[in-house]
């Protein structure tokens, strides 16, 4: 029988076995796909690559990706983020996995996302600056208008959110912190907040974060976090 631990970590080791490229916590590191694309790989991510004569496809595993795709009408470049797919033929957007969500940002020329509805496929064409947001069981969508300039905030260490939870802006955060971080507070974890925040300090991040409502980050070592009120 496996024990808890080898049940936690079996996510984790299937990503590293299906992965082309990978980063640890706190890492980014930039890609250099076959075709000249370029991709930036956010902390904790994970990307398998798959290209044949006819179409370039990249599958998200984990975490956030920053793509600068070269032009070739012949090869579309799509990528697949747990059956959200954004195909494109040359741009620059960014696509990152949440919990429960799955976030598409363009900061440069058009991309379709594609996503199962009702049987079927629903389909959105973005725009420079609009934030797509698919909520993965619901199927529900928001569309959001940000500035171009901030979409992949975290390529220069700073994570830029709009009207998200404090939960959903920890788990981010999670990704460049060693310490496990928990917030048992529910009401404060369901807070929604717009800001940037410091990924190159994340104590800093978290108390940024939280203090505003009333929240203070209790330090367990250096092994955990503790998010709370109290």
């Known amino acids: ?18 992965a082309d490229y990978r980063t640890s916590v706190a890492e980014t590191r930039a890609v ?16 398998k690559a798959h290209f044949t004569q006819g179409r370039r496809e990249i599958t998200l595993l984990a975490g956030e990706a920053f793509f600068n795709v070269v ?19 040359g741009t620059e957007f960014d696509v990152g996995l949440g919990k429960d969500t799955t976030d598409v940002a363009l900061a440069r020329g058009v991309v379709r996302v594609s996503l199962p509805q009702n049987g079927g496929m629903k389909g959105e064409v973005l725009s420079p600056g609009d934030r797509l947001t698919v909520g993965r069981r619901s199927g ?43 917030i048992p507070d529910r009401s404060l974890s369901d807070t929604r907040v717009t800001g940037i925040y410091d990924l ?14 009333g929240g203070n980050v209790y330090s367990l070592a250096d092994i955990g976090r503790v998010v709370t009120r109290y």
């Open 140 to 182: 529900e969508t928001s569309l959001e208008k940000v500035a171009p300039e901030d979409i992949g905030a975290w390529r220069s260490g700073r994570l830029f959110v709009v009207n998200s939870s404090i939960g959903a802006v920890i788990d981010e955060i999670q990704r460049y912190h060693p310490a496990w971080i928990t």
């Open 200 to 213: 190159s300090d994340p104590d800093k991040a978290l108390a940024a974060l939280v203090s505003p409502f």
């Open 1 to 18: 029988m496996l024990s808890l631990s080898a049940w936690i970590g079996m996510p984790g080791l299937l990503v590293q076995w299906q």
């Open 71 to 89: 032009h070739d009408a012949a090869r579309p470049f799509v990528v697949d983020a747990q059956n959200v797919k954004v195909e494109v033929v």
């Open 32 to 47: 250099v796909l076959e075709d000249g694309s370029v991709v930036q790989l956010g902390a904790k991510s994970a990307i």
